[in-house]
T-cell receptor
Framework: ELKVEQNPLFLSMQEGKNYTIYCNYS?????LYWYRQDPGKSLESLFV?????AVKQEGRLMASLDTKARLSTLHITAAVHDLSATYFC???????????????FGQGTILTVHP | GAVVSQHPSWVICKSGTSVKIECRSL??????MFWYRQFPKQSLMLMAT?????????EQGVEKDKFLINHASLTLSTLTVTSAHPEDSSFYIC??????????????FGNGTRLTVT
């Protein structure tokens, strides 16, 4: 059974600081996603990571994937208040298959950025 | 970009009644749609996989007779919560996949439906 674990689950940051959220998963997969969720809202796609060593950056967020270690990271640079949200990583169960989208989610990391 | 629409956004129903939630892919053909449930302050849990023209596949612990899924076309899947009870109150979210065509694309989720059963 695929298990996905995030840490930390709660993260309180000061504006301007850097931090990393970690996502570990238990079985082989060729795709990992990062999503953002604001309170009462659905998921906003941030990154899709498809191969070992993949690194993607968008604004103050950067995600990486190490398939050998079964680890993905989401790095936050110079945090701002607008980044406050819950962040989920999710791993695709259909590794190497032809149909994608069956996801197992991590527990989520609640990020609060304060002045 | 790919858009997934979900309707209604929220619904309040009485215990024992049934509620239907629609999930539509607006600009692509979705061979597969997925239904997730999210309880307050928890993560998303996959309920079932909906394939166009065939029976849905349910995850362990999800009652197929209670959560009826129909995927009659390549752009529409519906989830019907039958004989709803207060413990079914949750946030239901769908996502859609075009299969191999979307390998390099992010999966998109609908806006979710907040169900409250009184």
């Amino acid at each position: 059974e695929l298990k996905v674990e995030q840490n930390p689950l709660f993260l309180s940051m000061q504006e301007g600081k850097n931090y990393t959220i970690y996502c570990n998963y238990s079985t082989t997969s060729d795709r990992l996603y990062w999503y953002r969720q604001d309170p009462g809202k659905s998921l906003e796609s941030l990154f899709v990571l498809l191969s070992n060593g993949a690194v993607k950056q968008e604004g103050r967020l950067m995600a990486s994937l190490d398939t050998k270690a079964r680890l993905s990271t989401l790095h936050i640079t110079a945090a701002v208040h607008d980044l406050s949200a819950t962040y989920f990583c999710a791993v695709d169960k259909n590794a190497g298959g032809t149909s994608y989208g069956k996801l197992t989610f991590g527990q989520g990391t609640i990020l609060t950025v304060h002045p | 970009g790919a858009v997934v629409s979900q309707h209604p956004s929220w619904v309040i129903c009485k215990s024992g009644t049934s509620v239907k939630i629609e999930c539509r892919s607006l600009d692509f053909q979705a061979t597969t749609m997925f239904w997730y449930r999210q309880f307050p302050k928890q993560s998303l849990m996959l309920m079932a996989t909906s394939n166009e023209g065939s029976k849905a596949t349910y995850e362990q612990g999800v009652e197929k007779d209670k959560f009826l899924i129909n995927h009659a076309s390549l752009t529409l899947s519906t989830l019907t919560v039958t004989s709803a009870h207060p413990e079914d109150s949750s946030f239901y979210i769908c996502s859609a996949s075009a299969g191999t065509v979307s390998y390099n694309s992010p999966l998109h989720f609908g806006n979710g439906t907040r169900l409250t059963v009184t």
